[in-house]
């Protein structure tokens, strides 16, 4: 089975633990049995994988969180990266021709197109390859997954299938409607449109050839910042006559809010929490080292992070995207393909990070123009290499780095480091990229 995960999102509804770079899909809050926990990516990754250990799965996204892609799923996951947003349709063409072109995929197979981060069970993933299989018989040239409602959704679009069956030709598509009229059109069979569906890659390739001039994928990337923003909808499913709709009846929830994502968590409590007796209905989110503690709340959810807190009734917490977005302020925490990073103060002329680097990784050599810096070793050992110098550090190690200087770190284990930075001008933007010397 060939897969393209579509992970974008900007990171406003779930703030304070998702940013313009750390989208919603990354936050770990599904509890293992080892104790440990899951973001949805890695969730949706596992299950694909348990269900088909050779799909071929390639993740569309935006160059800004690939990082986090590889940091928790390995190097090895295959990554299209949209040079920069041009909707839907140029978004699917690259990631066709990706496949095409980079994986070497038979044009003549089918891929499936799915969001990245649905709740589901394994069952769904059944329900793609069977999505798969309708798309190889060539009957339509767009097969859709329609899911049963379980409610009159204003949140969907809907389609409108022919017939009853399991899988029929589509009738029409509707846009998200009031919950009135969603009551009607669930009366008339409607199935909610989830955005999944399938095709062979050799029907989305003559569409794309027809809107863009490209040779391969490697000059569609090229091109890509000249391409219209064309939606898949409109370039694709609108001028499309041969649609056909599968059902499914499993388990299906979209976590775009705290209201829907605190419906999945197993635990009311993640991180240092502690709610009286008093309280119901209420979860709490802590990725910082202090408690958080509630009392006689509730339907409240409680969650901070070095972004920020966020103190709000569930069904209020759909409404904080317009809030977040009035705030100005740099990111605070993100994972990186090496490790992550957290923000522990800020004042006028320093800042201090806690940066953790996995074993056997390093950052990009560089430097920076208008701060220098103090590395403390805080655990584990590594290596540094400053101006061509390289210099082992273990736990306790300090290590100054003046304006200018061309420096990296290197983890031989897991290795912790508290980074002060310190200058008039601190900035994401100073920093230039230098090839290692030899």
Request: aromatic share 8%.
């Amino acid at each position: 089975m060939n897969i393209i995960l579509l992970s974008g999102g900007s990171g406003k509804r779930l703030w304070p633990l998702s940013n313009d770079i750390r989208s919603k899909q990354f936050i770990k809050i599904f509890k293992q049995p080892d104790g440990t926990y899951e973001s949805m990516v890695q969730r949706v990754y596992r299950q694909i994988k348990q269900v088909d250990p050779e799909a071929k799965v390639t993740i569309a996204t935006s160059k800004t969180q690939v990082s986090a892609i590889n940091n928790q799923l390995g190097e090895n996951v295959g990554i299209s990266v949209e040079p920069c947003r041009r909707d839907t349709f140029p978004a699917i063409a690259l990631s066709t021709a990706y496949l095409v072109d980079v994986l070497k995929v038979n044009p003549e197979e089918s891929v499936v197109v799915c969001p990245v981060d649905p709740y589901v069970g394994a069952d769904y993933f059944k329900a793609l390859n069977d999505l798969a299989k309708q798309a190889d018989k060539g009957e339509a040239n767009l097969v859709l997954m329609g899911i049963e409602p379980t409610y009159p959704s204003e949140k969907y679009g809907y389609i409108i299938p022919k017939t009853s069956e399991e899988i029929s030709t589509v009738s029409t598509f509707k846009e998200k409607p009031d919950k009135k009229v969603a009551e009607e059109y669930i009366a008339q069979g409607a199935l909610w449109n989830g955005g999944v569906f399938a095709y062979k890659l050799k029907y989305v390739m003559d569409i794309a050839h027809k809107h863009f001039d490209f040779e391969d994928y490697y000059d569609l990337f090229s091109k890509y910042a000249t391409l219209p923003k064309i939606s898949f909808d409109y370039a694709v499913v609108e001028k499309e006559s041969q649609i056909q709709v599968q059902r499914f009846r499993g388990q299906w929830k979209d976590l775009g809010t705290w209201n829907t994502l605190t419906e999945a968590m197993e635990e009311p409590i993640i991180g240092r929490g502690v709610l009286n007796e008093a309280c119901s209905g209420v979860h709490i989110v802590n990725e910082m080292d202090v408690p958080v503690l509630a009392m006689g709340l509730h339907d409240v959810v409680i969650s901070a992070s070095p972004e920020g807190i966020l103190v709000s009734d569930k069904e209020q917490s759909s409404y904080i995207k317009p809030f977040v977005e009035k705030f100005n302020q740099e990111i605070r925490f993100a994972e990186k393909s090496w490790g992550s990073y957290k923000v522990i103060d800020v004042e006028n002329g320093s800042m201090t990070i806690k940066v953790t680097l996995n074993a056997g990784h390093s950052m990009n050599y560089h430097s920076h123009k208008n701060r220098d810096e103090v590395w403390v070793v805080i655990e584990g050992r590594g290596r540094t290499i400053v101006d061509g110098m390289e210099q082992k550090i273990n736990t306790g190690d300090v290590v100054s780095i003046a304006a200018g200087c061309r420096h990296t770190v290197i983890a031989d284990t897991e290795l912790k480091l508290v980074e002060v930075q310190i200058g008039e001008e601190i900035s994401v933007s100073d920093k230039q990229k230098f090839e290692l010397e030899k």
